[in-house]
């Protein structure tokens, strides 16, 4: 007796990896621009990553129609926060947001792996790593999507945090400078192109600190 | 599908409309969107396999003489992949109870940060702080009543209330056991070997963490899917305080050093040609 199953999935992937970096006083938030589905490229140059508030930043890769609806709710949940308390939200605020509103979707979660950048009220980076139904935790360095096996091992090696729960407690932040992070996530982009067939294209990198946002594309690999 | 969603509930009163998203996160009567499929249980089966998280994993606890102590590796694998080595197990409900984690990590984070919540109403409403029984039925009949629909949640819960230190062990299948002494996850079989061998109630604190850390190293060193960083808290009659938390890795040289081999026949530099 077999089970009849269903012929239509409400998910696809689009593929992309995101990544993002906390530094001392800097965060760097970075994604492919690649969306694919299945063997086939839809577009080359599609934002993955998206403003919550003015210090923070999410990157997500999944199925980018659930990353989407997800950005609108989060927009909007911010602005009512905005009107309400007169103030940006801080980025471990929304962190939490973020996790709420993916639980919220336990039974029919949202696909999509999302990694949040941004700085905290003390103006160090921070960075938040989510699954896809809202489990996060602050680390120093994130990846996500199809190349985040790719790159995760990489970014062990070059910065290996030492892990928040480790008493005496040391400091989660990479003591890289902004340029060289910025240079380390071309790298890992690069490499991740190599060998994943859904990364790749270009690379958004979105560096956030105390002066600013700043915005820098890389070109990849096409093929 | 009527759900019961008593656990997501406040007393807050509704102000603005009855639009989820013009109402904070926890005075909207939550609705948790349900996919329109005829085949609920097998949508839901593959869900889980998409977002199936920290399963492997090590956390125990065990009441003696000075209280409650409590320890937890920190890795969470996905199938074979690590995916993290520095998830938070224990969570910290409020200053004097502890929550351990093993299964979902969402559904832990979530779960026992809303019973944190409904601990703090509950103090508020009734002038005093709830108990360790009353905390852990109300998380135990929340799990009950999602009994089925995947939650994935081995927790135990451990305080110090007006009786004297407590312990219980919650699961999502709706199961609440009281006990002094309990081990779960993948690498439990191993830690409850050290533990039951080391036990004994009048143990002073510092023993006592000890055989703790003693026995989340021994789990992580035969269970792949543990590892990372050993915590342990004590929970004592002023609330919990985090005694130590040491990378495994490191333990292991720590309680095995290597010692230097014996040289028989030193061998001299070749000379570059």
């Known amino acids: 007796m077999t089970k009849e199953h269903a012929n239509w999935s409400p998910y696809d992937n689009n593929g992309g990896t995101c990544v993002a970096i906390a530094g001392a006083d800097y965060c760097v938030i970075a994604a492919d621009t690649r969306m694919s589905t299945g063997y086939s490229i839809l577009t080359r140059d599609y934002s993955k990553i998206s403003k919550l508030a003015d210090k923070s930043f999410m990157a997500s890769s999944g199925f980018q129609a659930d990353v989407k609806a997800l950005q609108k709710v989060l927009s909007s949940r911010h602005l009512i926060y905005q009107h309400q308390h007169n103030k940006q939200m801080s980025c471990p605020a929304m962190a939490q947001l973020l996790s709420n509103t993916l639980y919220y979707k336990r039974f029919f979660p949202y696909y999509a792996f999302n990694v949040l950048g941004g700085l905290d009220s003390e103006g160090k980076g921070c960075v938040f790593t989510y699954d896809a139904v809202g489990s996060y935790e602050r680390v120093g360095y994130s990846a996500q999507g199809s190349g985040a096996t790719l790159i995760t091992p990489f970014l062990d090696n070059q910065l290996k945090s030492p892990s928040p729960l480790l008493l005496p407690a040391k400091d989660a932040v990479t003591p890289l400078s902004e340029a060289e992070a910025v240079d380390l996530v071309k790298t890992c982009f690069s490499s991740a192109t190599e060998r994943d067939i859904y990364t790749g294209d270009s690379v958004e990198i979105i560096i956030l600190n105390a002066n600013g946002v700043r915005r820098e594309t890389e070109q990849l690999r096409k093929d | ?273």
């Open chain 2, 1 to 273: 599908m009527k759900l019961n969603f008593s656990g997501l509930e406040s007393s807050a009163p509704l102000y603005g409309g009855s639009n989820e998203l013009l109402c904070d996160g926890f005075s909207a009567a939550p609705s948790f969107d349900l996919p329109v499929t005829s085949d609920f249980d097998g949508f839901q089966k593959n869900s889980i396999q998409m977002v199936k998280p920290a399963k492997g994993t090590t956390t125990l606890a065990f009441i003696f003489k000075e209280g409650v102590m409590v320890a937890a590796d920190s890795r969470a694998s996905m199938g074979g992949y690590i995916s993290s080595q520095s998830v938070k197990k224990i969570i910290e409900i409020n200053p004097y109870m502890l929550g351990t984690m093993a299964g979902g990590a969402a559904d832990c984070q979530f779960w026992h940060r809303n019973l944190g919540i409904k601990c703090r109403l509950h103090e508020l409403a009734n002038k005093r702080r709830i108990s360790v029984t009353g905390a852990s039925k109300l998380l135990a009949n929340i799990l009950y009543s999602y009994r089925g629909m995947g939650l994935s949640v081995g927790t135990m819960i451990a305080g110090w209330d007006e009786k004297g230190p407590g312990l219980y062990y919650v699961d999502s299948e709706g199961g609440r056991l009281k006990g002094t002494k309990f081990s779960v996850g993948s690498g439990s079989p191993y830690a409850y070997g050290v533990l039951d061998s080391g036990y004994k109630y009048d143990l002073t604190v510092d023993e006592a963490a000890e055989l703790a850390r003693r026995a989340i190293y021994h789990a992580t060193f035969r269970d792949g899917a543990s590892g990372g960083v050993a915590s342990v808290y004590h929970v004592g009659p002023n609330g919990w305080t985090k005694l130590s938390g040491d990378d495994v890795g490191e333990l292991h040289y720590s309680y095995y050093p290597v010692e230097p081999a014996v040289v028989e026949q030193e061998m001299t530099e070749a000379v570059a040609a």
